[in-house]
Nanobody
Framework: QVQLVESGGGLVQPGGSLRLSCTASGFSFRFYAISWFRQAPGKEREGVSCAGTGDRPTYYADSLKGRFTVSRDNATKTMYLQMNSLKPEDTGLYYC???????????????????????RGQGTQVTVSS
């Protein structure tokens, strides 16, 4: 059974940092690209990043480049999302996701809000507020 479990969210002041974790089980994590998404109340889902395996590319939403960084640890089957210089507009539910078609590389549609990936976690809430 495929499972993705996020953790690390919380309340942080503007300018602060958080590191989110996505721990996977039930599939060969090292062979799959993993995406991060976020969704704020009343807003459309937004693709945050997608990381391919090995030396394959990692993608970020243009608005987040330079502030967010992803990394993966295949030994622990964990994907990390390091978020720095957080802003109130970064508030939302963050979750990781993948699908059977995301072997090795991120597809061109990885951030498409109309595409539902087959596997996703429940998410972890991030609130940026003073």
């Amino acid at each position: 059974q495929v499972q993705l479990v996020e953790s690390g969210g919380g309340l942080v002041q503007p300018g602060g940092s958080l590191r989110l974790s996505c721990t996977a089980s039930g599939f060969s994590f090292r062979f799959y690209a993993i995406s991060w998404f976020r969704q704020a109340p009343g807003k459309e889902r937004e693709g945050v990043s997608c990381a391919g395996t090995g030396d394959r590319p990692t993608y970020y939403a243009d608005s987040l480049k330079g502030r967010f960084t992803v990394s993966r640890d295949n030994a622990t089957k964990t994907m990390y999302l390091q978020m720095n210089s957080l802003k109130p507009e970064d508030t939302g539910l963050y979750y990781c996701a993948t699908s059977g078609s995301m072997t090795y590389s991120c597809p061109g549609w990885w951030a498409d809000p109309d595409v539902d990936l087959a596997y996703r976690g429940q998410g972890t809430q991030v609130t940026v507020s003073s």
